[in-house]
């Protein structure tokens, strides 16, 4: 499909002098409490004690392990390290079978009792379980390692050398990055979804903003469900940023409570001064957002729906940590309701996590979409990474709830692959091609 030119920005711009501030934003102070000042300032190289460190099974113990054998050296906390066994899960083949066995005996022998072995993706599951807070510095062995800025906490992707180094010393050094504020104002209309707010950001903003954290607010993002708000900085990876983050509310505290951890008012403490100086405010509708697709092969290919003509599908996949937790499935769930998934389409479900996938059948979100003809497949990245079932055959074209369509990432290089919220993903199942979602909302099923 032929590339369409961007459209005019829909932001208002404002530029802050920032040598007229004297406030800190609610990133800068996580980081100057994490290096032990009293302020910091972007641009500015520091060294911060880490809170949480997370890693996965493709990312963690098997990366790690040599480097900490050569130093002869051991974790230095286990109690601030969480793993996750979420991309060779199940064991497809012995040499997956031996990097999950591997996992096991690490954790095992390093003392980390906060291992969940197959219960979902890192990022879901380190919040299911009450691990992230608001004002944490924490780092993670995975791009998407953001999502913790939905806790209001300053949580960063490093690689696996860098992660060696942050389990031996309990520290990291960090380049404070500037703040971009980003404001929606008004509400999201039915059909419309966190998904679609950042994939309009990934087609106005680029993937280059690095060194940059982008803190959302505004009516719009306070009205978001936790899992919503996830999204949004989850896909602040995709943006090239270091980070994305909202600050807690009432809605934080409720998840925290939730996932079985303290939650005391205190932590409202964490938010940006009055007077912080941003170097960037961005203001958006909400009310005015259609549902967006991004075309291969980047998110950054992103349009309003209706603009994709008649682009027809051979598989919608709902998984992924931005795109299968249990807000994600009951969204599907709307358009699904009644109705069938279209003759020769297929679509693959993989709820992120092992508590999405039961509150979803005991909730009777998992039956609707069985009784559509949804096919069930593990908890755990599968097909986003290209692992395990789902992936795609040359010539295949697929629209998925993930946060990026780079190409060959989903299987064969010849695949195609648009992204697109979970609304938009199950239309497109019904349809066979791409649609509007909010066609299929409101209106009774044939």
């Not at 060779?88 to 066995?101: G, I, K, N, Q, T």
Request: proline fraction near 5%.
């Amino acid at each position: 499909m032929p590339v369409v030119p961007l459209p005019a920005p829909r932001w208002k711009l404002q530029s802050v002098p920032m040598d007229a501030r004297s406030g800190s934003t609610l990133s800068e102070k996580i980081v100057a409490r994490a290096c032990g000042r009293a302020q910091v300032r972007p641009g500015e190289v520091v060294t911060c004690r880490v809170d949480l460190a997370l890693m996965h099974d493709s990312s963690g113990p098997r990366r790690v392990k040599s480097h900490l054998e050569r130093l002869g050296a051991r974790v230095w906390d286990p109690d601030r390290v969480v793993i996750a066994s979420d991309h060779f899960v199940p064991a497809a083949d012995a040499e997956s079978a031996e990097f999950l066995a591997l996992t096991r005996r690490w954790a095992r022998d390093q003392g980390v009792e906060r291992f969940y072995d197959m219960q979902g993706i890192c990022h879901v599951v380190v919040q299911e379980h009450g691990h992230v807070r608001p004002g944490m510095f924490a780092v993670g062995a995975d791009s998407h390692s953001p999502s913790g800025g939905a806790l209001g906490a300053f949580m960063f992707g490093i690689g696996s050398t860098e992660m060696a180094g942050v389990l031996v010393t309990g520290e990291i050094w960090l380049r404070v990055p500037e703040t971009w504020r980003v404001d929606w104002r008004g509400r999201l209309r039915p059909g419309v979804s966190a998904k679609d707010m950042m994939l309009l950001l990934c087609a106005e903003l680029g993937m280059s903003n690095e060194y940059r954290v982008f803190e959302y607010g505004g009516e719009a993002v306070d009205a978001l469900p936790q899992m919503e708000r996830f999204v949004l900085c989850n896909m602040a990876t995709e943006l090239g940023a270091d980070t994305g983050i909202v600050a807690p509310d009432a809605t934080t505290l409720a998840a925290l409570r939730e996932a079985g951890a303290t939650a005391d008012e205190d932590l409202l403490q964490w938010r940006s001064d009055p007077d912080a100086g941003y170097a960037r405010r961005l203001e958006y509708d909400a009310t005015s957002l259609d549902p967006q697709v991004a075309a291969p092969h980047s998110p950054v290919n992103s349009r309003a729906v209706g603009r994709f003509g008649d682009v027809r599908i051979d598989q919608a996949y709902i998984g992924a940590c931005t795109g299968a937790k249990l807000d994600d499935l009951r969204m599907a769930a709307e358009i699904l309701r009644g109705r069938t998934v279209a003759a020769g389409r297929r679509l693959l479900i993989a709820p992120a996590s092992t508590r999405t996938l039961r509150i979803a059948s005991e909730d009777g979100t998992l039956a609707t979409l069985a009784a559509a003809g949804a096919i069930l497949l593990p908890s755990g990245c599968g097909a986003c990474a290209g692992f395990g079932g789902g992936v795609l055959a040359a010539g295949e074209v697929c629209i998925a709830s993930t946060a990026r369509n780079f190409k060959g990432r989903m299987g064969s290089s010849d695949a195609e692959v648009y992204l697109g919220s979970p609304y938009t993903v199950a239309a497109a199942a019904v349809a066979g091609r791409i649609v509007d979602p909010r066609e299929f909302l409101g209106r009774a099923a044939a």
